[in-house]
């Protein structure tokens, strides 16, 4: 499978490093191991996935994150570590400890994150003995390598790099991320890494990336499933000129904050938009609800339901589907009548039917574009929110059919 490199200008952000290697995980020649390196000062915020099931690089790398000052991720792709039991916790240990002693570091400074094959042992040795490769090659421009060096079943690199001023002086934000199927995060992406050369308090830096992975990634869904392996890292090496952030009462927090999260959200977007088999790019918006959790609820069944996808593949406007997924999200004492669909700016739904202006030749128009944006009015309260999915293709049964060929 050809990969697409589709990467915008990639900031580099000093004070952070990339370096990238070939093991042969999975498919010979292909870069597969990615080593990220920055100084002890940095500060480093993590979220990850929620999945009961998760991965033995997802427990270590928590407890690492909570025991010291971190200096360096290590990511593999090929194989998740993932369902492997006591032999998989040995092996992300085994490998943090490899890095550890070439570069001198303590054990508990390095990161490990795995994405791939659940199911089967790391092949430890071929990642350890790349190792010194990738710390050769470290490079604050290391990040159209790295972009490659993370992808799965992805069919383009995913990278998002901006810079905004903050008391006077220039900081830069860039970030990757992978992931393409396996994606209902509950947290963030398969991986995500963004780097920042602000200076920014640990627990704000925390609080920041959670607000915004929850108005990004935790906004997106693919096929419904949370893998066991998602991780998203904010690494702030504090390089830039800027003055410390320190709270969000700061008068630039909020120039900040925006500018991490826009970042975050491009990469979200694209991994919707590399979904395995994906034609499509669908914004569904539900408002005017009693809760947000019954505009989530009505959202995601809309997201979820396999009759909705396949309409949107299709370009089908069978608005029918649509409605009877709002009708089975759970929402109490609903009133059909009270409640409208659109596509874009076509209404479908009106008063319990389809609306009086609704002609087919109207959806149509709509759903022949490769963006659509699905909005539900309930029009029985002030909440709402807004999540990001895409079409389900031949070509996502096909990919995961084969996925261990």
């Given amino acids: 499978m050809s990969i697409e490199s589709n990467l915008p200008e990639m900031n580099s952000v000093s004070g952070f490093q990339l370096g990238t290697a070939c093991a042969g995980i999975k498919v010979a020649g292909r870069k597969d191991v990615v080593v990220m390196s920055f100084d002890s000062s940095a500060n480093v915020a993590g979220v990850f996935t929620q999945n009961a099931f998760c991965a033995a690089p997802v427990h270590v790398a928590k407890a690492h994150l909570k025991e010291g000052k971190t200096q360096f991720f290590v990511i593999n792709t090929g194989n998740a570590n993932a369902g492997t039991g006591e032999q998989g916790m040995n092996d992300a240990h085994k490998t943090c400890e490899s890095l550890s002693n070439l570069t001198g570091s303590a054990y508990q400074s390095v990161l490990p994150f795995s994405t791939g094959v659940i199911g089967e042992p790391l092949p430890v040795d071929k990642i350890i003995q790349v190792?010194?490769?990738?710390?050769?090659?470290?490079?604050e421009d290391g990040?159209?390598?790295?972009?490659?060096?993370?992808?799965?079943?992805?069919?383009?690199?995913?990278?998002?790099?901006?810079?905004?001023?903050?008391?006077?002086?220039?900081?830069?934000?860039?970030?990757?991320?992978?992931?393409?199927?396996?994606?209902?995060?509950?947290?963030?992406?398969?991986?995500?890494?963004?780097?920042t050369?602000?200076?920014?308090?640990?627990?704000?830096?925390?609080?920041?990336?959670?607000?915004?992975?929850?108005?990004?990634?935790?906004?997106?869904?693919?096929?419904?499933?949370?893998?066991?392996?998602?991780?998203?890292?904010?690494?702030?090496?504090?390089?830039?000129?800027?003055?410390?952030?320190?709270?969000?009462?700061?008068?630039?927090?909020?120039?900040?904050?925006?500018?991490?999260?826009d970042v975050l959200e491009q990469l979200a977007k694209a991994i919707v938009l590399d979904?395995?088999?994906?034609?499509?790019?669908?914004?569904?918006?539900?408002?005017?609800?009693?809760?947000?959790?019954?505009?989530s609820d009505v959202a995601y069944t809309i997201a979820h339901s396999p009759l909705v996808k396949t309409a949107f593949f299709a370009s089908d406007p069978n608005w029918g589907r649509i409605l009877a997924a709002v009708g089975r999200s759970g929402v109490n004492n609903l009133d059909i009548d009270a409640l409208e669909i659109f596509l874009d700016d076509v209404c479908l739904v009106r008063q319990g039917g389809v609306a009086d202006d609704y002609t087919e030749e109207r959806g149509q128009k709509v759903m022949n574009q490769d963006e659509i944006t699905v909005t539900v009015?309930?029009?029985?309260?002030?909440?709402?929110?807004?999540?990001?999915?895409?079409?389900?293709?031949?070509?996502?049964?096909k990919i995961n059919a084969e996925y261990r060929s």
């Fill in 143 to 195: 990040w159209y390598d790295a972009a490659h060096g993370i992808l799965t079943t992805d069919t383009c690199t995913k990278g998002a790099s901006t810079k905004v001023t903050v008391g006077g002086e220039i900081v830069t934000i860039t970030g990757i991320s992978k992931g393409s199927g396996m994606i209902r995060p509950d947290m963030a992406t398969m991986l995500g890494f963004v780097a």
């Fill in 377 to 397: 009015n309930l029009q029985r309260g002030s909440f709402e929110t807004q999540i990001w999915t895409c079409d389900l293709s031949y070509d996502y049964v």
């Fill in 275 to 295: 979904g395995e088999g994906a034609t499509k790019l669908i914004n569904i918006k539900v408002k005017s609800g009693e809760t947000e959790q019954e505009c």
């Fill in 197 to 261: 050369d602000a200076a920014i308090e640990q627990t704000l830096l925390q609080s920041i990336l959670k607000e915004g992975a929850d108005r990004s990634f935790n906004r997106i869904t693919v096929d419904g499933d949370t893998s066991t392996n998602d991780a998203c890292m904010l690494v702030a090496t504090g390089k830039s000129k800027a003055p410390m952030i320190d709270s969000e009462q700061h008068s630039d927090y909020p120039i900040l904050f925006k500018a991490i999260t």
């Fill in 131 to 139: 190792l010194p490769v990738a710390l050769d090659s470290l490079s």
